[in-house]
């Protein structure tokens, strides 16, 4: 009965800005450990960022200083700010959910059991 629906994707120009919604009900974000991942076309998902259960964050080196995972507790609901968007950002972009049991690792796709139907992201020089 977990679902997580993405929003928010669309098409902009690089150098552009978008703002990633996940919403979740029969699991708490409170208690998850959240992420953000992407898959390109012909390419392997690979993680973006990643939220812990205590707050701490993970970017991968691609997306430092340019992406901000958070979450709204009371919403229930996980953000990822896209800014400063290039064409090699293009690609479908999932939210994940899963639990931190010990040997966590943030943005292996190994570690998430629950995902969003995913929503594209398109980005044009």
């Known amino acids: 009965q977990v679902h997580m629906v993405e929003s928010g994707g669309g098409s902009v120009q690089a150098g552009g800005s978008l703002r990633l919604s996940c919403e979740v009900s029969?699991?708490?974000?409170?208690?998850?450990?959240m992420a953000w991942f992407r898959q390109a076309p012909g390419a392997e998902r690979e993680g973006v960022a990643a939220i812990d259960r205590g707050g701490p964050t993970t970017y991968d080196d691609s997306v430092q200083g340019r992406f901000t995972i958070s979450k709204d507790n009371a919403k229930n609901t996980l953000y990822l700010e896209m800014n400063s968007l290039k064409p090699e950002d293009t690609a479908m972009y999932y939210c994940?959910?899963?639990?931190?049991?010990?040997?966590?690792?943030?943005?292996?796709?190994?570690?998430?059991?629950?995902w969003g139907q995913g929503t594209q992201v398109t980005v044009s020089s």
């Open positions: 029969g699991y708490s974000v409170t208690t998850a450990c």
């Open positions: 994940a959910a899963g639990v931190d049991s010990g040997d966590y690792v943030p943005l292996r796709v190994e570690e998430y059991n629950y």
